[in-house]
């Protein structure tokens, strides 16, 4: 690793203070964030410029432009900050000072990870854990997180990904909505009523897959699965899930599978930053495929 120059390197608060600035879009969301006044973060940010000789962002109106310079800088900053941030939580984790910090989606953690986590604690009773349920791809750097769980074919920026477990996806419905089939045709399902959560935009390309045309369906939108399987399990729709998380469902009868997808790219992966992980991430990510 070649050595820090810190003799050309500019103060770190005025870093500091244009990443928080860039990120929030403004002096004033930066200055709450970093709990400065306004007018410190705007000191900061034009001293940083006097020292770069470069002009970084402006104001025009009531938006805040940055120049293509500031926009590069901003995004290595945060990369940076993120990258300490994150190394920072492995630490506090390593050395019990801190959980260990996994994101996830909601229906992953309570349909197939809470009634298993009992067993990680009984074989890692010192290792505590902070499950933070979203369906967004969030910056694991940027927002100090060890671990995730994602959805999909393994490959996002930024993050090292590991198989988990394969995620066939079947088309289900309530009995009460299928009137005894247990089988339909794209034809039959488009002409059903359908429940879908919100920012998932895979489940619309995996639903074209099956020469369904997604602008053409009736959806009832929830904003989480937790309250789309619910809506399905009532019979207000059709619904797209990884058949992992309404096992139960299947199994039961509440839910009956009546497509079942062939692709099978789409996974289950444990994502993380670039990096060394701390000894209760790799206790974690062991047993977690020990599982499946």
């Known amino acids: 690793m070649p ?75 945060s990369e940076g900050f993120g990258t300490i941030q994150a190394a920072l939580a492995g630490l506090a984790a390593e050395t019990g000072g801190g959980p260990l910090t996994v994101t996830l989606p909601p229906a992953f953690a309570s349909h197939w990870l809470m009634p298993r986590l009992a067993r990680f604690w009984k074989q890692h009773p010192d290792i505590s854990l ?77 639903l074209q897959s099956i020469g369904l045309d997604p602008d053409g369906l009736r959806f009832t939108e929830l904003p989480n699965e937790e309250l789309a399987l619910s809506a399905v399990r009532e019979g207000l729709g059709l619904h797209l899930e990884s058949a992992a998380l309404v096992a139960d469902d299947l199994k039961s009868g ?18 993380y930053p670039p990096g060394p992980l701390s000894r209760s991430a790799r206790s974690f990510v062991s047993w977690l495929k020990a599982e499946v």
């Open 3 to 77: 050595s820090l120059d810190w003799r050309r390197m500019p103060p770190l608060a005025a870093l500091r203070a244009f990443e928080a600035a860039a990120r929030n879009g403004g002096f004033s969301a930066a200055a709450r964030e970093l709990n400065v006044t306004h007018a410190a973060v705007a000191q900061q940010v034009r001293a940083l410029e006097a020292v770069l000789g470069l002009p970084l962002m402006w104001r025009e109106g009531r938006s805040l432009q940055i120049s293509p310079e500031g926009a590069r800088l901003a995004q290595a900053l």
């Open 130 to 206: 902070s499950l933070l349920p979203d369906h967004r791809v969030i910056d694991l750097r940027r927002e100090g997180v060890a671990l995730g769980i994602r959805f999909g074919d393994g490959h996002w920026p930024g993050v090292r990904a590991e198989f988990l477990t394969r995620a066939p996806q079947v088309v289900v419905g309530a009995p009460a909505l299928l009137g005894g089939r247990t089988s339909l045709s794209p034809v039959e399902m488009a002409a059903l009523p359908w429940v879908r959560e919100a920012d998932w935009p895979e489940q619309m390309e995996l």
């Open 254 to 271: 509440r839910l009956v599978p009546v497509y079942e997808l062939p692709d099978d790219r789409t996974g289950f992966y444990v994502v």
